[in-house]
């Protein structure tokens, strides 16, 4: 990726350029290593989101604002208590690596003016934030560290702060370049790039070669080195020049990474963004907002998991015992051809050959006997076992179908978690598991705000189309919203979301229900690409489950359609 000094370096300038003589309103972490500034400068409110992520950092301005949580961390009180009202003098680069430097002017509890610099790292798992007095001590940190062993430095509050240690040459001192590429004889010009100049990532070395017109695999003369100089010092103030435009590469049709401007160099796709800040949104934004979506999840995964293991084990061991009760009836029947047969018999006997009365052939049989026992206790012996086993049939029966349904439930659920999107999605879905006892209830500590998650709305051709994202939205979508002239909609024999056609008094055409269909087939467990089986009603045709888990229905007046799984984003209405 270009995540490199060059792109971030414009990036820096950007960031310059809107938030210098802004004002820091509030300050907030919605997440353990992620702090948005809340800044006000010109009448418009701007929000700083700085994240220190190890899969991806990222500094970039944000319209998204995420719900936080109950208690503030330690680190964001402190930020609060020393830059809360302070007046941001600039955004700049530190010793030409991945490391910006936010200037601040705040004041203290005398009413004295005191400077700090909130300095983010954006250096994979090295990320960090720091807030530095003007003295160049650290205040606090959010990642502390004794000794760094591969940064060689020590991050802890009252400590000199200090830069990482550098071992190539800047890319910012450009004589020293051109000295390194005249002393260059190898036949591997962006690897040796690449290796003695700090600042760049494959992708901007390929394109400043590109650009500069000098191959890569030949040693530069006098004029190529001259062009790459050039070529850099454009690249290091790319803002100013001509060819600046922020975009996104495009990977399937999904936004992949940013540029200062599409590289001529790669076979990548471009999408213009109007800034390079809302480039870094689009891509790394998304995933991290993905990544931690997974991270938030992941025990709601892991217990719904455990849950469904469990009740497949228990429904394993139900039917082993089911096996076991299958022969019941041959118990019965030995032990009355035992009682009807008694006069054959003597103690001590291990078997008697008797006719099966049983059989309209009348065959003759052998039945075990135990030859401690009188005839009589042979044959209470085998009704004990014909007793047993019946009470153990119909006890196991009644616990393979509670075990079913409890089953059929559990993974009615895997849907809605793959899918939550936001902290009141998984609030529901958590509650759900907690109900359904998959998982065990949690303390407030650390905990957020949440409300009543809302489902997807569509807009169909004027109708207006509901997805419910989980059992709770889909119980209430379909027994408390919808109406008995609406049209409920479900992929057939998967689990999925219920998904409801709002009548309103009016005839439905049939291309609404198509859409309504390839949508309710997308927000299922159908495969994507393959066509699938949709069923539709009146919502008055449902009745519930007798079971009573949220959002599992009955129904016997259906019609359906064979369709393809399609989202239809053009059609989601936006909140």
């Not at 400590?159 to 000295?179: M, Q």
Request: net charge neutral; proline share 4%.
């Amino acid at each position: 990726m270009p995540g490199d000094f060059i792109t971030l370096n414009a990036l820096s300038k950007e960031l310059d350029l809107a938030l210098a003589g802004g004002k820091i309103d509030k300050i907030s972490m919605p997440e353990a290593d992620e702090i948005n500034f809340h800044i006000r400068k010109g009448g418009d409110n701007l929000i700083l989101a700085v994240s220190a992520n190890a899969q991806n950092p990222r500094i970039h301005l944000t319209t998204v604002k995420k719900t936080n949580p109950l208690t503030a961390p330690a680190f964001c009180m402190r930020l609060r208590k020393c830059l809360a009202g302070g007046v941001i003098n600039g955004v700049s680069m530190l010793g030409n690596d991945r490391i910006f430097d936010f200037s601040v002017t705040a004041r203290n509890e005398l009413r004295d003016e005191v400077r700090y610099s909130v300095v983010a790292e954006t250096m994979g798992r090295y990320s960090n934030v720091l807030l530095v007095s003007s003295d160049g001590i650290i205040k606090d940190t959010l990642k502390q560290a004794s000794f760094d062993t591969a940064t060689k430095r020590c991050l802890l509050p009252s400590v000199k702060y200090e830069l990482p240690p550098r071992n190539k040459i800047a890319c910012t001192d450009l004589s020293a370049v051109r000295e390194a590429l005249n002393n260059y004889n190898g036949s591997d010009l962006s690897g040796f790039i690449m290796s003695s100049v700090s600042g760049f990532s494959v992708l901007t070395v390929k394109e400043l070669l590109y650009i500069a017109g000098v191959e890569n695999s030949e040693k530069p003369d006098e004029k190529g080195i001259n062009a790459i100089i050039d070529t850099l010092s454009t690249l290091l103030d790319i803002n100013a020049s001509s060819a600046y435009s922020p975009c996104c590469s495009l990977i399937d049709g999904y936004e992949d990474d940013y540029f200062v401007f599409p590289y001529k160099s790669s076979s990548l796709s471009f999408i213009s963004t109007p800034t390079l800040s809302a480039a870094v949104e689009q891509c790394i934004g998304k995933k991290d907002e993905k990544c931690r979506r997974n991270d938030h999840t992941k025990h709601l995964r892991k217990a719904h998991s455990a849950a469904v293991a469990r009740l497949k084990k228990r429904l394993e061991k139900c039917r082993s015992r089911l096996s076991e009760a299958s022969g019941l009836e041959k118990n019965k029947k030995y032990g009355e051809l035992i009682t009807a047969n008694m006069y054959k018999i003597q103690r001590g006997d291990k078997s008697v050959t008797v006719q099966d009365y049983y059989d309209e052939n009348m065959p003759e049989i052998t039945i075990p006997l135990d030859e401690r026992l009188t005839p009589g206790q042979n044959a209470q012996q085998y009704f004990k076992k014909y007793s047993k086993q019946k009470r153990t049939l119909e006890v196991v029966t009644a616990q393979i179908k509670e075990s079913e349904e409890e089953l059929e439930y559990l993974l009615s659920i895997e849907p809605s978690i793959a899918v939550c999107s936001t902290d009141d999605e998984i609030a529901e879905v958590e509650a759900e598991l907690i109900e359904a006892g998959a998982l065990k209830p949690a303390g407030r500590r650390n905990k957020t705000r949440t409300k009543a998650a809302q489902p997807l709305f569509y807009e169909v051709e004027g109708f207006t189309v509901a997805v419910g994202k989980n059992n709770l939205q889909n119980d209430k979508l379909t027994f408390k919203v919808a109406n008995g002239g609406d049209i409920w909609v479900h992929a057939k024999d998967v689990h999925g979301s219920h998904v409801i056609i709002f009548a309103e008094g009016r005839d439905i055409p049939d291309s609404v229900i198509q859409t309504a269909c390839e949508i309710a087939c997308f927000w299922s467990q159908a495969q994507p690409g393959t066509k699938t089986v949709c069923d539709y009603t009146r919502r008055r045709n449902l009745k519930r489950h007798p079971s009573g888990k949220p959002g599992m229905v009955l129904y016997t007046t259906y019609n359906s359609a064979t369709v393809t799984a399609n989202e239809h984003k053009e059609l989601l209405q936006k909140d």
